[in-house]
């Protein structure tokens, strides 16, 4: 069992930055593949970001990439989102999410996660 627990969202203004956490329980972090998902109010969920076991390979939405990074340090069970450059349209609720010995490819083409966080609001004014 994984517990996933997000922190660090906020209101910003449209231009600024926001780093989320994500604070992992367990002793198998590293086994597992982490991404961050964002729901907007009447929206679906959709794929922002994944990070591979190791951290060694990143995948990224297209609405985000050059903007956003995430990173992992598997010593402290955390896994990062730096939001930089932020635009109204990023206002969503964030989720981070764990796949057991997951691919980021497929977290950014399927719905399914293995664990899901409780989601931290992120709001950026215009």
């Known amino acids: 069992q994984v517990r996933l627990v997000e922190s660090g969202g906020g209101l910003v203004q449209a231009g600024g930055s926001l780093r989320l956490s994500c604070a992992a329980s367990?002793?198998?972090?590293?086994?597992?593949?982490m991404g961050w998902f964002r729901q907007a109010p009447g929206k679906e969920r959709e794929f922002v970001a994944a990070i591979s076991w190791s951290g060694g390979s990143t995948y990224y939405a297209d609405s985000v990439k050059g903007r956003f990074t995430i990173s992992r340090d598997n010593a402290k069970n955390t896994v990062y989102l730096q939001m930089n450059s932020l635009k109204p349209e990023d206002t969503a609720v964030y989720y981070c999410a764990a796949d057991y010995r997951g691919s980021i490819v497929s977290m950014s083409r399927t719905a399914s996660r293995d664990y899901w966080g409780q989601g931290t609001q992120v709001t950026v004014s215009s």
């Open positions: 367990g002793r198998t972090f590293s086994s597992y593949a």
